[in-house]
T-cell receptor, first 114, second 111 residues
Framework: SQTIHQWPATLVQPVGSPLSLECTVE??????LYWYRQAAGRGLQLLFYSVGIGQISSEVPQNLSASRPQDRQFILSSKKLLLSDSGFYLC?????????????FGPGTRLTVT | AQSVSQHNHHVILSEAASLELGCNYS??????LFWYVQYPGQHLQLLLK??????LVKGIKGFEAEFIKSKFSFNLRKPSVQWSDTAEYFCAVKDTDKLIFGTGTRLQVFP
């Protein structure tokens, strides 16, 4: 079966510090991968998605970047965090089969920028 | 690009009451529609989905949703809610390689 991991689970970082959040998927190959930010009252905002190694699509201009160094690894980064980067970050994957369009979500990372 | 509207932001019900949560998407053609649920402290998980065929879709835990093409709607229903249905509910529509989510509806069910 497939599983998705995210770490860390929680993170408190000062403004101006760098960020690296990691997401890995097990039990599948060549998935589509996604980073979302969830904020109260704003639902899930898609930040980045990737259809393959080294292929990143950015949905929202912002202070963050994403990379996919391996097939089942997706990393969310920032060089200098802003207060507005605080939030709950979710990683998701999608199997590339006809009729299998649903996404499966990880447990999330709660980021607080102080 | 597609967009999704969920007009009910916060719904409070007593147990055994009926539930209907609204979801509208922005434009037609072939659509794939989803409802996800996030129980307190748990992962976001799929409740049900519509791809084609019967517009009345049945999901887990007694939930169902009806796709009405003429109204661009995919409302979620449950005839009798339970306290354990307390959660946040998200409607989503597929847009090429992505899912576009609504802002969510927080449901609180009181015993």
């Amino acid at each position: 079966s497939q599983t998705i991991h995210q770490w860390p689970a929680t993170l408190v970082q000062p403004v101006g510090s760098p960020l690296s959040l990691e997401c890995t998927v097990e039990g599948t190959s060549n998935p589509n991968l996604y980073w979302y930010r969830q904020a109260a009252g704003r639902g899930l905002q898609l930040l980045f998605y990737s259809v393959g190694i080294g292929q990143i699509s950015s949905e929202v201009p912002q202070n963050l970047s994403a990379s996919r160094p391996q097939d089942r690894q997706f990393i969310l980064s920032s060089k200098k965090l802003l207060l507005s980067d605080s939030g709950f970050y979710l990683c998701a994957w999608r199997r590339l089969l006809t009729g299998e369009d649903e996404q499966y979500f990880g447990p999330g990372t709660r980021l607080t920028v102080t | 690009a597609q967009s999704v509207s969920q007009h009910n932001h916060h719904v409070i019900l007593s147990e055994a009451a009926s539930l209907e949560l609204g979801c509208n998407y922005s434009y037609g053609g072939t659509v794939n529609l989803f409802w996800y649920v996030q129980y307190p402290g748990q992962h976001l998980q799929l409740l049900l989905k519509y791809f084609s065929g019967d517009p009345l879709v049945k999901g887990i835990k007694g939930f169902e949703a009806e796709f009405i093409k003429s109204k661009f709607s995919f409302n979620l229903r449950k005839p009798s809610v339970q306290w354990s249905d307390t959660a946040e509910y998200f409607c989503a529509v597929k847009d090429t390689d992505k899912l576009i989510f609504g802002t969510g509806t927080r449901l609180q069910v009181f015993p």
